[in-house]
């Protein structure tokens, strides 16, 4: 569910597991969409895009969906490994002529070996 | 593979000090930006910048702040006169341009302000 302030929802899975982690993005509008992984002490690190002309893009062990619909984005992890824990943010562009990133909330992923 | 490059790691300042972090964007990018991320919170856009000017800037980014580029590599974000609010990670990100092109972020840097 949604978090306020220090708490992050929080995804628990084993290793080799799928993960799908969710996000309700906030304007209909918005034309471009990036998921990014921030590991303790890293800046965020991209992992996959989608622009809204789209409702799906994969690339390695990782799928990113896109319901315009609902406002909804979810990135789903293949054959998750520890290494993947981290917190997972999504962020959109509203107008893809300029390049403000809105981010969501996060959530943090827990890999257990 | 390139990356944004920021320093100090960490700053630590008295309020009502200037501090000032620093950037080093990827070398073939042109458009450069500023966010921070208050502990346990999400990422905030603070500033935006192309072709040695401001291209957007959020609320947050009052005229306290300040950004410059004052070479062809290093990119700036000065705090005037820092106030204990203004504690957070500050990340830097640079991509080549805008559109549909993700940026690429630095590791940041923690400003505790004292």
């Known amino acids: 569910g949604e978090s306020v302030g220090l708490h992050l929802p929080t995804l628990s899975v084993q290793e080799g597991d799928n993960s799908i982690i969710n996000c309700a993005y906030s304007n209909s509008a918005s034309d471009y969409f990036i998921w990014y992984k921030q590991e303790s002490g890293k800046g965020p690190q991209f992992i996959i895009d989608i622009r809204s002309n789209m409702d799906k893009r994969q690339g390695q062990r990782v799928t990113v969906l896109l319901n315009k619909t609902v406002k909804h984005l979810s990135l789903q992890i293949a054959a998750t490994q520890p290494g993947d824990s981290a917190v997972y943010f999504c962020a959109e562009i509203l107008n893809s002529g300029y390049s403000t990133l809105t981010f969501g909330k996060g959530t943090m992923l827990l890999v257990s070996p | 593979e390139p990356e944004v490059t920021q320093t100090p790691s960490h700053q630590v300042t008295q309020m009502g000090q200037e501090v000032i972090l620093r950037c080093v964007p990827i070398s073939n990018h042109l458009y450069f930006y500023w966010y921070r991320q208050i502990l346990g919170q999400k990422v905030e856009f603070l500033v935006s910048?192309?072709?040695?000017?401001?291209?957007?800037k959020s609320e947050i980014f009052d005229d306290q702040f300040s950004v410059e580029r004052p070479d062809g590599s290093n990119f700036t974000l000065k705090i005037r006169s820092t106030k204990l609010e203004d504690s957070a990670m500050y990340f830097c990100?640079?991509?080549?341009?805008?559109?549909?092109?993700?940026?690429?972020f630095g590791d940041g840097t923690r400003l505790s302000i004292l």
């Open positions: 990100a640079s991509n080549k341009r805008t559109g549909f092109q993700p940026q690429h």
């Open positions: 910048f192309y072709n040695n000017e401001i291209s957007e």
